[in-house]
């Protein structure tokens, strides 16, 4: 993962690593490493002879432009595919530390209403709302809350419209439903209820005909979400809590699954979840196919630093790698939409309460890279264990032969 970091770091300059499509991160990763073996190599012998070979300076120049040279050219003549729809994108603002889980769901909602209103005609075929919007929500019971008929009640009058949000939720186990590493346990009229928690999506019909679908977070935070290596931790299971963690963690699900609509299939993706790319790859490769991307997340924890910013190029990496439009609304932070070449559009200001209305481009194609995945760092691990079991061996043979 660290090597990975490498890669990432180029997420701000989208036109110089759009054969990320083929390579991922990993692609970028590698060729930033061999980079620096080039030019540490190109130092040695300066060092050592006052001066650097032909040879040396023209494979480094080959090494460092040809795939920036590349990656112009198909940034220049790469083309938007497939049909269109319309999204409406909230960004409510509210501050996550002290206001966000404080203040009344009710006037975050009306907040959430008041802002999309202006932009909302039957054109819409998407209203996104970011992680957590409101929560205490049974998940297979969406509907039976006061902030969904909110929903419902202002936008019922477009029954072409889809309502994606976050939401805290949760899940009362029934009898013969097995229990997870994420079961907890309540008493309730004197009966013992086991039960789950999770950072669900949703995605809520105005046309109530249609069922609500939902997803289960499933790339959880270390810390606030899951608490990892918790036997060999056990020690720190009052400090995670104190910090406002959770030692029981959240539920999850095994596969990606998109959100299926009469326009098209999206892929909901709650926050964390947008800084892997072959799990992000796994709702497009995955049974449903994902057309498109709605990133929902909650970049207000690390106030107005680069942090959030550095969460919203994982995006437009996560754009190229599978050439797949986003929506991206954050409760705060940057909301915005983002095209095929990785491009952001319309970015919001942080520490502004603002809807945006874009366009996203459905895409049926799949890259090499959603088809393969991280294949650079499975052939590097590969490599890596061959490596060390040949020092290995070479190590008890040299023993025996002295």
């Known amino acids: 993962m660290a090597l990975a970091h490498l890669g990432q770091w180029l997420g701000g300059i989208p036109s110089l690593v759009q054969w990320y499509s083929y390579t991922g991160v990993f692609g970028g990763s590698l060729w930033i490493w061999v980079a620096n073996l080039l030019g540490l190599q ?5 060092q050592h002879t006052g001066r650097i070979t032909p040879i040396q300076g023209i494979k480094g120049a080959l090494w460092l432009l040809l795939p920036m040279g590349v990656s112009a050219w198909m940034y220049l003549t790469y083309q938007e595919k497939g049909a269109t729809v319309d999204v409406v994108v909230i960004q409510p603002n509210y501050e996550p530390h002290y206001e966000k889980f404080s203040l009344p769901e009710s006037v975050q909602i009306q907040q959430c209403i008041a802002l999309a209103k202006p932009l909302m005609d039957e054109k819409v075929d998407y209203l996104l709302l970011p992680e957590t919007a409101y929560g205490f929500v049974e998940e297979n019971d969406v509907w039976n809350n006061a902030e969904s008929m909110a929903l419902l009640d202002a936008f019922g009058g477009f029954p072409q419209l889809q309502i994606v949000t976050g939401l805290n939720a949760y899940h009362d186990l029934l009898p013969d439903e097995p229990t997870t590493k994420a079961t907890r346990i309540r008493t309730r009229a004197g009966r013992e209820i086991r039960y789950e928690v999770m950072n669900l999506a949703a995605q809520l019909p105005m046309n109530r005909e249609q069922a609500v679908q939902t997803y289960r977070k499933s790339k959880l935070v270390p810390g606030p979400e899951h608490f990892p290596f918790q036997r060999m931790l056990f020690f720190m ?7 406002g963690g959770t030692t029981e963690g959240l539920g999850t699900q095994p596969e990606r699954t998109a959100f299926t609509s009469r326009v098209g299939r999206v892929a909901p993706v709650v926050c964390y979840e947008s800084v892997f790319g072959d799990y992000f790859a796994g709702y497009v490769r995955g049974k449903d196919k ?8 909650n970049d207000g924890w690390w106030d107005n630093t680069a942090g959030h910013r550095q969460h919203l190029y994982y995006a437009s990496l996560r754009a190229i790698e599978t050439r797949r439009s986003i929506a991206r609304s954050a409760n705060t932070g940057i909301s915005c939409f983002l095209n095929q070449r990785g491009d952001i559009l319309q970015p919001t200001r942080y520490n502004e309460p603002i809807a945006i209305r874009g366009t996203l481009h459905l895409n049926d194609d799949l890259t090499f890279y959603v088809r393969w995945g991280d294949m ?4 590097a691990l590969l490599a890596s264990i061959i490596f060390i079991l040949n020092t290995f061996v070479k190590s008890i043979m040299a023993r025996h032969e002295s």
């Open 376 to 379: 650079i760092a499975r052939i």
């Open 237 to 243: 299971a009052d400090v995670v809590n104190e910090l």
């Open 42 to 46: 190109a130092w040695n012998t300066y």
């Open 290 to 297: 994902a057309q498109a991307a709605f990133i929902m997340t």
